[in-house]
Protein backbone atom coordinates (compact mmCIF):
# COMPACT_ATOMS: atom_id res chain seq x y z
CA UNK A 1 0.00 0.00 0.00
CA UNK A 2 0.99 3.32 -0.14
CA UNK A 3 0.22 6.74 2.31
CA UNK A 4 1.57 9.86 2.39
CA UNK A 5 1.72 11.39 5.69
CA UNK A 6 1.54 15.80 5.44
CA UNK A 7 0.85 18.38 8.48
CA UNK A 8 -2.19 19.12 8.53
CA UNK A 9 -1.49 22.72 8.51
CA UNK A 10 0.72 25.35 8.20
CA UNK A 11 0.85 29.39 8.95
CA UNK A 12 3.30 31.93 7.62
CA UNK A 13 3.25 35.74 6.92
CA UNK A 14 3.33 37.72 3.57
CA UNK A 15 6.59 38.00 2.13
CA UNK A 16 7.99 34.86 3.84
CA UNK A 17 9.41 31.23 2.33
CA UNK A 18 7.48 28.03 4.20
CA UNK A 19 8.09 24.42 3.31
CA UNK A 20 5.30 21.70 3.35
CA UNK A 21 6.70 18.16 4.05
CA UNK A 22 5.57 14.89 2.80
CA UNK A 23 6.88 12.08 4.30
CA UNK A 24 5.88 8.54 2.55
CA UNK A 25 5.58 4.71 2.95
CA UNK A 26 5.19 3.25 -0.19
CA UNK A 27 6.49 0.09 -2.09
CA UNK A 28 7.53 2.10 -5.37
CA UNK A 29 6.29 4.98 -6.86
CA UNK A 30 7.39 7.01 -10.56
CA UNK A 31 7.58 10.13 -9.19
CA UNK A 32 5.91 12.93 -6.38
CA UNK A 33 3.39 15.58 -7.78
CA UNK A 34 2.15 18.49 -5.89
CA UNK A 35 -1.04 19.90 -6.53
CA UNK A 36 -3.17 22.96 -5.02
CA UNK A 37 -6.73 23.62 -3.90
CA UNK A 38 -8.66 26.43 -3.10
CA UNK A 39 -11.36 26.31 -0.93
CA UNK A 40 -12.92 22.95 -2.39
CA UNK A 41 -11.98 24.06 -5.57
CA UNK A 42 -10.38 22.23 -8.59
CA UNK A 43 -6.92 20.79 -7.34
CA UNK A 44 -4.84 22.24 -9.91
CA UNK A 45 -0.58 20.79 -10.70
CA UNK A 46 1.73 22.95 -8.90
CA UNK A 47 5.38 20.55 -9.57
CA UNK A 48 6.35 17.04 -10.38
CA UNK A 49 9.59 15.42 -9.30
CA UNK A 50 10.56 12.21 -11.10
CA UNK A 51 14.19 12.06 -10.11
CA UNK A 52 15.60 13.00 -6.73
CA UNK A 53 16.49 16.97 -6.28
CA UNK A 54 14.84 20.06 -6.64
CA UNK A 55 12.82 21.05 -9.48
CA UNK A 56 11.98 25.17 -9.44
CA UNK A 57 8.89 26.56 -10.97
CA UNK A 58 8.59 30.45 -10.59
CA UNK A 59 8.32 30.92 -7.10
CA UNK A 60 7.40 27.29 -6.22
CA UNK A 61 9.88 24.65 -5.81
CA UNK A 62 9.43 20.77 -4.99
CA UNK A 63 11.96 18.44 -3.62
CA UNK A 64 12.72 14.67 -3.55
CA UNK A 65 14.61 12.10 -1.51
CA UNK A 66 13.63 8.43 -2.37
CA UNK A 67 16.60 7.49 0.13
CA UNK A 68 14.74 9.70 3.15
CA UNK A 69 11.06 8.93 1.81
CA UNK A 70 10.37 12.38 1.84
CA UNK A 71 9.77 15.29 -0.45
CA UNK A 72 8.84 19.26 0.19
CA UNK A 73 7.03 22.13 -1.58
CA UNK A 74 8.93 25.40 -0.70
CA UNK A 75 6.84 28.43 -1.74
CA UNK A 76 8.83 31.85 -1.56
CA UNK A 77 7.52 34.99 -1.61
CA UNK A 78 4.57 34.36 -0.18
CA UNK A 79 0.93 36.09 -1.45
CA UNK A 80 -2.40 36.32 0.42
CA UNK A 81 -3.39 34.14 -2.60
CA UNK A 82 -1.09 31.60 -1.89
CA UNK A 83 -3.59 30.49 1.14
CA UNK A 84 -4.80 27.08 0.10
CA UNK A 85 -4.44 23.68 1.15
CA UNK A 86 -1.74 21.64 -0.82
CA UNK A 87 -1.95 18.14 -1.99
CA UNK A 88 1.68 15.75 -2.26
CA UNK A 89 0.48 12.56 -4.43
CA UNK A 90 2.91 9.60 -6.03
CA UNK A 91 2.41 8.41 -9.41
CA UNK A 92 2.29 4.01 -9.45
CA UNK A 93 5.10 2.12 -10.61
CA UNK A 94 5.01 2.08 -14.56
CA UNK A 95 4.53 5.97 -14.57
CA UNK A 96 0.47 5.70 -15.46
CA UNK A 97 -1.14 9.15 -13.99
CA UNK A 98 -3.28 7.35 -11.36
CA UNK A 99 -2.46 9.60 -8.24
CA UNK A 100 -2.78 8.23 -4.86
CA UNK A 101 -2.91 12.08 -2.43
CA UNK A 102 -1.21 12.88 0.78
CA UNK A 103 -3.19 13.97 3.53
CA UNK A 104 -3.27 17.34 2.60
CA UNK A 105 -2.29 20.73 4.10
CA UNK A 106 -3.94 23.73 4.81
CA UNK A 107 -1.27 26.43 4.32
CA UNK A 108 -2.52 30.07 6.21
CA UNK A 109 -0.75 33.07 5.12
CA UNK A 110 -1.22 36.22 7.27
CA UNK A 111 -0.23 39.98 7.31
CA UNK B 1 -10.58 26.62 -16.89
CA UNK B 2 -8.86 23.15 -16.69
CA UNK B 3 -11.45 21.96 -19.80
CA UNK B 4 -12.92 19.19 -17.89
CA UNK B 5 -16.42 19.92 -17.13
CA UNK B 6 -18.58 18.07 -14.13
CA UNK B 7 -22.52 18.75 -13.58
CA UNK B 8 -24.14 18.84 -11.53
CA UNK B 9 -22.31 21.67 -9.55
CA UNK B 10 -24.21 20.87 -6.02
CA UNK B 11 -26.64 18.20 -5.40
CA UNK B 12 -28.98 17.70 -2.60
CA UNK B 13 -30.83 14.18 -1.85
CA UNK B 14 -31.71 11.99 0.97
CA UNK B 15 -30.83 9.10 1.81
CA UNK B 16 -31.77 5.42 -0.10
CA UNK B 17 -31.58 7.52 -3.55
CA UNK B 18 -29.99 7.16 -6.48
CA UNK B 19 -28.00 10.05 -8.30
CA UNK B 20 -25.77 10.77 -11.41
CA UNK B 21 -22.95 12.46 -11.84
CA UNK B 22 -21.63 13.86 -15.20
CA UNK B 23 -17.87 14.10 -16.48
CA UNK B 24 -16.45 15.89 -20.03
CA UNK B 25 -12.66 15.16 -19.72
CA UNK B 26 -10.56 17.47 -21.91
CA UNK B 27 -10.70 17.28 -26.04
CA UNK B 28 -7.97 14.37 -27.06
CA UNK B 29 -7.56 12.89 -23.16
CA UNK B 30 -8.95 9.67 -22.92
CA UNK B 31 -8.21 8.70 -19.94
CA UNK B 32 -10.76 9.84 -16.91
CA UNK B 33 -10.24 9.73 -13.05
CA UNK B 34 -13.04 9.93 -10.47
CA UNK B 35 -12.09 11.15 -6.97
CA UNK B 36 -13.88 11.82 -3.61
CA UNK B 37 -13.35 14.07 -1.27
CA UNK B 38 -15.07 14.50 2.39
CA UNK B 39 -14.81 17.56 4.23
CA UNK B 40 -11.55 18.41 5.19
CA UNK B 41 -10.27 15.12 4.14
CA UNK B 42 -7.98 14.23 1.20
CA UNK B 43 -8.58 13.08 -2.33
CA UNK B 44 -9.38 9.05 -2.71
CA UNK B 45 -9.34 7.54 -5.71
CA UNK B 46 -12.65 5.87 -6.87
CA UNK B 47 -12.29 4.18 -10.32
CA UNK B 48 -10.06 4.88 -13.71
CA UNK B 49 -11.63 4.80 -17.36
CA UNK B 50 -9.56 4.44 -20.36
CA UNK B 51 -11.03 5.03 -23.71
CA UNK B 52 -14.27 3.17 -22.53
CA UNK B 53 -12.36 0.79 -20.80
CA UNK B 54 -11.92 0.52 -16.84
CA UNK B 55 -8.21 0.56 -15.84
CA UNK B 56 -7.64 1.09 -12.30
CA UNK B 57 -10.37 0.23 -9.32
CA UNK B 58 -9.84 1.83 -6.26
CA UNK B 59 -12.02 1.55 -2.91
CA UNK B 60 -15.01 2.06 -4.78
CA UNK B 61 -17.84 0.65 -3.15
CA UNK B 62 -20.33 -1.45 -4.50
CA UNK B 63 -23.34 0.95 -4.33
CA UNK B 64 -21.28 3.07 -6.89
CA UNK B 65 -20.59 2.23 -10.27
CA UNK B 66 -19.30 4.22 -13.53
CA UNK B 67 -18.79 3.63 -16.94
CA UNK B 68 -16.97 5.88 -20.13
CA UNK B 69 -18.89 6.33 -23.45
CA UNK B 70 -17.68 6.25 -26.60
CA UNK B 71 -17.45 9.97 -27.09
CA UNK B 72 -15.57 9.77 -23.66
CA UNK B 73 -17.50 11.44 -21.59
CA UNK B 74 -17.65 9.78 -18.35
CA UNK B 75 -20.99 9.32 -15.31
CA UNK B 76 -20.65 8.01 -11.85
CA UNK B 77 -23.39 6.65 -10.45
CA UNK B 78 -24.31 6.38 -6.73
CA UNK B 79 -26.98 4.11 -5.43
CA UNK B 80 -28.51 3.65 -2.22
CA UNK B 81 -27.05 6.91 -0.54
CA UNK B 82 -26.20 7.30 2.51
CA UNK B 83 -25.52 10.42 5.02
CA UNK B 84 -21.69 9.69 4.67
CA UNK B 85 -21.47 9.77 0.74
CA UNK B 86 -21.41 13.34 1.18
CA UNK B 87 -18.45 14.78 -0.43
CA UNK B 88 -17.26 16.34 -3.01
CA UNK B 89 -16.85 14.12 -5.87
CA UNK B 90 -14.19 15.16 -8.58
CA UNK B 91 -13.26 14.12 -11.95
CA UNK B 92 -10.03 14.55 -13.65
CA UNK B 93 -8.79 13.68 -17.43
CA UNK B 94 -5.03 13.21 -18.03
CA UNK B 95 -3.21 12.90 -21.60
CA UNK B 96 -1.80 9.90 -22.45
CA UNK B 97 2.31 9.70 -22.18
CA UNK B 98 2.17 13.08 -20.31
CA UNK B 99 5.84 13.04 -18.65
CA UNK B 100 4.76 14.61 -15.15
CA UNK B 101 1.29 12.96 -14.96
CA UNK B 102 -0.63 15.59 -14.57
CA UNK B 103 -4.47 15.44 -13.26
CA UNK B 104 -6.96 17.94 -14.95
CA UNK B 105 -9.70 18.10 -12.33
CA UNK B 106 -13.01 19.18 -12.83
CA UNK B 107 -14.88 22.31 -10.18
CA UNK B 108 -16.51 18.97 -8.83
CA UNK B 109 -19.71 17.97 -7.87
CA UNK B 110 -20.75 18.79 -4.56
CA UNK B 111 -23.09 16.09 -3.08
CA UNK B 112 -25.58 16.54 0.25
CA UNK B 113 -27.13 13.50 1.42
CA UNK B 114 -29.74 14.31 3.71
Known amino acids: GQSLEQPSEVTAVEGAIVQINCTYQTSGFYGLSWYQQHDGGAPTFLSYNALDGLEETGRFSSFLSRSDSYGYLLLQELQMKDSASYFCAVRPPGGGNKLTFGTGTQLKVEL | DSGVTQTPKHLITATGQRVTLRCSPR?????VYWYQQSLDQGLQFLIQYYNGEERAKGNILERFSAQQFPDLHSELNLSSLELGDSALYFC?????????????FGEGSRLTVL
Open chain 2, 27 to 31: SGDLS
Open chain 2, 92 to 104: ASSASGSSTGELF
